[in-house]
């Protein structure tokens, strides 16, 4: 089993430019997350889904979209970058509520 | 508000020099405390999850353990492998106990 996997690794985009961050999972988890992460202040929730077809809002949705069209996959979504998103992402899975989650390898973003 | 606290920082220790990491939390009705550990340029690895006051749970030089306020993580013997960042968290109430609300992490530096 590759557990969660992300696409791509690393990016530079320009400000205003649009991309998509993939995330993948083999474990069957119900649930997925995405997580930003900057120096000092620890891991921070965007967006989570509890299943296929659902999607909500953590703690800093702004700036950012989701999906999740197949339960295997997790999309984030930046419509038009800005430099505030310079970050580490990472996307995580579980099984339920609780339970413990399981960390992708993370993705670099850097917005010019 | 769930509140996650870790202390210190950052810590540099000897080869052989024991010591403890310390997480202080505040939430409305615990559902379990879990520590990663971190190595740069990767994503958050599980080690341990508590559950309740007084629990304690070992692998290798680490052991974890739980009050009703925080929790310790200890380092025995540590080795340069050791050398990581550990992050404490707890499942986040306004997510129905799904997602994980971090501390910002200590970062934990071995020397031979």
């Known amino acids: 089993n590759a557990g969660v996997t992300q696409t791509p690794k690393f990016r530079v985009l320009k400000t205003g430019q649009s991309m998509t961050l993939l995330c993948a999972q083999d474990?069957?988890?119900?649930?997925m997350y995405w997580y930003r992460q900057d120096p000092g202040m620890g891991l921070r929730l965007i967006h989570y889904?509890?299943?296929?077809?659902?999607?909500a809002k953590g703690e800093v949705p702004d700036g950012y979209n989701v999906s999740r069209l197949k339960k295997q996959n997790f999309l984030l979504g930046l419509e038009s970058a800005a430099p505030s998103q310079t970050s580490v992402y990472f996307c995580?899975?579980?099984?339920?509520?609780?339970?413990?989650?399981?960390f992708g390898p993370g993705t670099r973003l850097l917005v010019l | 508000e769930d509140q996650v606290t870790q202390s210190p920082e950052a810590l540099r220790l000897q080869e052989g020099e024991s010591s403890s990491l310390n997480c202080s939390y505040t939430?409305?009705?615990?559902?379990?405390l879990f520590w990663y550990r971190q190595d740069p340029g990767k994503g958050p690895e599980f080690l341990f999850t508590?559950?309740?006051a007084g629990e304690e749970k070992e692998k290798e030089r680490l052991k974890a353990t739980l009050t009703k306020k925080e929790s310790f993580l200890h380092i025995t013997a540590p080795k340069p492998e050791d050398s990581a960042t550990y992050l404490c968290?707890?499942?986040?109430?306004?997510?129905?106990?799904?997602?994980?609300?971090f501390g910002s992490g200590t970062r934990l530096q071995v020397q031979p």
């Open positions: 508590l559950y309740s």
């Open positions: 474990m069957n988890h119900e649930y």
């Open positions: 939430v409305s009705g615990l559902r379990g």
């Open positions: 995580a899975s579980n099984q339920g509520a609780q339970e413990t989650q399981y």
């Open positions: 968290a707890v499942p986040r109430m306004d997510t129905g106990r799904r997602a994980l609300t």
């Open positions: 889904s509890v299943g296929e077809g659902t999607t």
